[in-house]
């Protein structure tokens, strides 16, 4: 039966409350939706095509206005929403603070260099330090604890190669949901560095009581008493695509206070695909502590003019992530063009990481190599990249291969670094494991 349709208009608090009569359709004047009512919902149910235009709450593109405010309402309105897309038509976009999209809020340009954040005319705070685009940390939810609380010890230990977890009691965990193992004990994994700990990140694939299955077997073995197991909540799962930020050049008075471009933290299933990062003072790129992530055809370029200044600088930086794969690209920076190493979020073993035929280069003020593999790290392969400057590495079960190696670096303390270095090999009772290094590669001063 056809119904006549009324349309009415307010503001978010307007809806608050507002539950409207069934069909009635609203528009919300602050966030530029429109939502349905059905009676008895308090503020109706947003209807929307998930793609938020940024120009649509009042950006300009036009290179010098401050787009800022925005912007980041476009973002807040994409995760009242539940999730969706922010898209950044032709334009250049200054900004003059930190751009926070939550863990749903994916971002899309018009194309590298043609869709511009630009950050680098704005002024330093410490916002600036964690991300110029400063994905939020997701939240860890404790399944079983080393010390039995809150929550108890594992039912037994984990065994390496093991594809289920038994727990004491049912967990609250569905397929799909990523675990992290983790033994908070300094040293745990290596003797190098105390931050160096065992861990390690996975999916489950189904639950059955108070056993969990997963999709991909252990990669090393646990004593139930040791690790903490913890769920990720509240995981960001996004796409970037298709456009450029330039960061912010200069840096604080001390050496924590730097720039970073691009930061996802706890990232599970994400896409960074055809996205240049360059310009900030110390990284472009930085994912930490992320799982199924992806990059391709991106590109990070340091801002060269402050290099070396805090000992920093870093084009791609990869924080104890497991399952990445970096298809092509160019990354390059004062000291490590691509980094694989630590993370701020928790503190575990990097595993399963491929990158794949990528220029990466250093421009040799750093004193160290273009490629970074930590000694916190296992399963790394490097397959037909260029690698200027060199490569490092540390860990277990590293393999370079198909890969040109040129050009000398020279220390910082003095000294030329050899283009292949070991140095952190990860070692079990002293005893050194299969370490895969140099096939079909190319070594070339």
Not at 37 to 53: C, E, L, R
Request: charged content about 15%; hydrophobic content about 35%.
């Amino acid at each position: 039966m056809a119904k006549q349709v009324q349309l009415r208009r307010g503001s978010a608090s307007d809806h608050t409350t507002f539950t409207g009569a069934v069909g009635e359709l609203t528009y919300v004047s602050d966030d530029k939706t429109l939502r349905i009512h059905d009676g008895s919902t308090a503020g109706g149910i947003y209807v929307g095509t998930g793609v938020f235009n940024v120009k649509s709450y009042g950006a300009t593109g036009d290179g010098s206005t401050d787009d800022t405010a925005a912007i980041q309402a476009a973002m807040d309105a994409c995760d009242t929403a539940g999730g969706g897309e922010v898209f950044f038509p032709e334009g250049t976009y200054v900004i003059s603070d930190q751009l926070t999209p939550q863990e749903t809020t994916s971002i899309r340009g018009s194309g590298i260099d043609t869709t511009v954040i630009d950050a680098s005319g704005a002024t330093w705070s410490s916002d600036f330090v964690q991300g110029t685009i400063l994905y939020p940390p997701s939240v860890y939810t404790t399944l079983a604890s080393a010390s039995g609380s809150p929550s108890a010890v594992l039912a037994s230990n984990i065994v390496e190669r093991d594809r289920e977890i038994t727990f004491a009691s049912a967990p609250s965990v569905v397929a799909g949901d990523v675990l992290l193992i983790h033994n908070n004990t300094n040293y745990s994994w290596s003797g190098f560095r105390e931050y160096y700990k065992a861990g390690e990140q996975v999916r489950v694939a189904r639950v059955s009581g108070s056993t969990v299955y997963l999709q991909a077997a252990m990669a090393q073995s646990y004593t139930a008493s040791d690790v903490d197991v913890y769920k990720i909540t509240t995981p960001t799962t996004v796409s970037l695509r298709d456009f450029t930020l330039k960061g912010l050049a200069s840096e604080g008075t001390g050496p924590s206070e730097y720039v970073t471009g691009i930061t996802i933290s706890s990232g599970v299933d994400c896409l960074i695909e055809n996205v240049r990062s360059y310009n900030s003072s110390y990284g472009q790129i930085y994912i930490d502590a992320c799982f199924n992530t992806t990059l391709i055809s991106c590109s990070c370029q340091e801002n060269f003019s402050v290099a070396g200044a805090f000992g920093g600088d870093y084009g791609l930086s990869i924080g104890n992530c497991t399952n990445v794969t970096v298809l092509g690209g160019y990354f390059s920076a004062a000291r490590h063009g691509i980094a694989i190493g630590n993370s701020r979020v928790h503190e575990h073993v990097g595993r399963y990481i491929l990158i794949k035929g990528a220029h990466i280069s250093t421009s040799g003020d750093g004193g160290v190599d273009a490629a970074d593999v930590h000694g916190n790290s296992e399963w790394v392969s490097y397959e037909g990249c260029t690698i200027d400057g060199g490569i490092e590495i540390g860990g277990d079960h590293i393999t370079v291969q198909n890969c040109l190696i040129r050009g000398s670096v020279t220390r910082t303390a003095g000294g030329i670094i050899p283009l292949i270095l070991g140095s952190e090999w990860w070692y079990g009772s002293h005893i050194w494991k299969q370490y895969a290094v140099g096939r079909g590669c190319r070594a070339k001063r």
